[in-house]
């Protein structure tokens, strides 16, 4: 595949093709071919930041109630080599970049490492070529994409996430959550938490304080719907 059928398949257009062949250039290749001017290695670095930013960004409104460390788990997924290998083999990466003979020989085509740095270098060009909002739209419905695979994953997600997924997935609203009572002395206070869907469900938590509490509101409304982190993530693919 040439680079002009890779635009053709991906639907990326590039006002400067040299940043295209920039991203799509390994050091093996540049090894071997001595007039070419430069790998993709500064792309990929450029492609890595933009695209941990770009996560960031998306993941915090997309996920209005998951906590801090959730997020960061959740970015870490959708960013590892692995997950941005997958996103390169989807575009045909492996079949367009060029490799010097040796790399392309010993199976480098196929390579997750050498794919996720195809990917990020790819992302760097499509940044200088046509700025920020061009990588947004490219990027982020395959975010979306990966982060219902990964939130099958339950140990990666909290119950108030997973009730937020279900929630926005079956009425196009998050649940909300508000503080009913509070008891015992100031050394030992337990809160009261109420979670609630518009009127159709409602469930109580209890905890040392009122983060611990609306988890165990949002667990206790997971038991009553029945939910699962598969559950929840088989629906929002529909």
Known sequence: MKPDEFIRRTGLSFSNPSLLRRALTHRSYLNEHPE??????????LGDAALDFIAAVWLYNRFPEMDEGALTRLRS???RTEQLAVFGSELGMGEVIFLGKGESATGGRQRPALLCAAFEALIGALYLDAGIEAVVRFI???F??????VLDDERLVDARSILQMWSQSEFGEIPNYRTTGTSGPDHDREFAVEVSIGERVKADGRGRSKQEAAQAAAENALQKLGLNGSTISQRSSK
């Open 36 to 45: 070419a001017l430069e790998d993709n290695e500064r792309l990929e670095y």
């Open 77 to 79: 997924a959708l960013v």
């Open 140 to 142: 982020e419905p395959r």
């Open 144 to 149: 979306e994409r990966a982060a219902k695979a």
